[in-house]
């Protein structure tokens, strides 16, 4: 098990709604990313925080944003929610400057689902 | 077009023997491949990483290999176990972006 947590485990929302989901990394790291994984799929990179900024975006609309906290946990917003956001939102982190790769450790993920 | 491609098809061994899985790569030139294994219900879990400039990586009964040029990775487990009935799933690194391109996963079936 990695030290990374996440919250909540499980939500459902309904399309248009606004959700938030939480990340705690593991201590001792100042990087977090987030990936969306669809079932069936493997995760696709949504974004990267360092020093409280964002740090690299995938293909994800606007609609999609973050942040991350003096503490280096993090946030992930998503408005105006669609059906085919429906997926189990993961969190990973990692320690930008002692890592010369990107090995990342994931949280157990959020399961959101939008009816 | 860039894709990172895994066999969809599950993988169904008898315990004991050799599993391999496969991942290919297209129109990438990554620093870095990793492998993650994932349970169900569970984020995934780094097991490997292997430099572009390494032919082979080995971990207790897991081993990797890195073709360049072949534009592919091999991800064997020996002597397997039912313990080891997961996906596994084929990342690729850019460089130090922070961002990760994985394949769909392979999901194994070992067998008693």
């Known amino acids: 098990e990695t030290g990374v947590t996440q919250s909540p485990t499980h939500l459902i929302k309904t399309r248009g709604q606004q959700v938030t989901l939480r990340c705690s990394s593991q201590?001792?790291?100042?990087?977090v990313s987030w990936y969306q994984q669809a079932l069936g799929q493997g995760p696709q990179f949504i974004f990267q925080?360092?020093?409280?900024?964002?740090?690299g975006r995938g293909n994800f609309p606007p609609r999609f944003s973050g942040l991350q906290f003096p503490n280096y946990s993090s946030e992930l917003n998503v408005n105006a929610l669609e059906l085919d956001d429906s997926a189990l939102y993961l969190c990973?982190?990692?320690?930008?400057?002692?890592?010369?790769?990107?090995?990342?450790?994931f949280g157990p993920g959020t399961r959101l689902t939008v009816l | 077009s860039q894709k990172i491609e895994q066999n969809s098809e599950a993988l169904n061994i008898q315990e004991g023997k050799t599993a391999t899985l496969t991942c290919n790569y297209t129109?990438?030139?990554?620093?870095?491949l990793q492998w993650y294994r994932q349970d169900p219900g569970r984020g995934p879990v780094f097991l490997l990483l292997?430099?572009?400039?390494?032919k082979e990586k080995r971990k207790e009964r897991l081993k990797v290999t890195f073709d360049t040029t072949l534009k592919q990775s091999l991800f064997h487990i020996t002597a397997s176990q039912p313990a080891d009935s997961a996906t596994y799933l084929c990342?690729?690194?850019?460089?130090?972006?922070?961002?990760?391109?994985f394949g769909q996963g392979t999901t194994l079936q070992v067998k008693p």
């Open positions: 990973a982190s990692s320690n930008r400057l002692a890592a010369s790769t990107d090995t990342q450790y």
């Open positions: 201590s001792g790291h100042n990087t």
């Open positions: 925080y360092y020093r409280e900024e964002e740090n």
């Open positions: 129109n990438y030139s990554p620093a870095y």
């Open positions: 292997i430099r572009e400039n390494e």
């Open positions: 990342a690729l690194s850019l460089g130090n972006t922070g961002k990760l391109i």
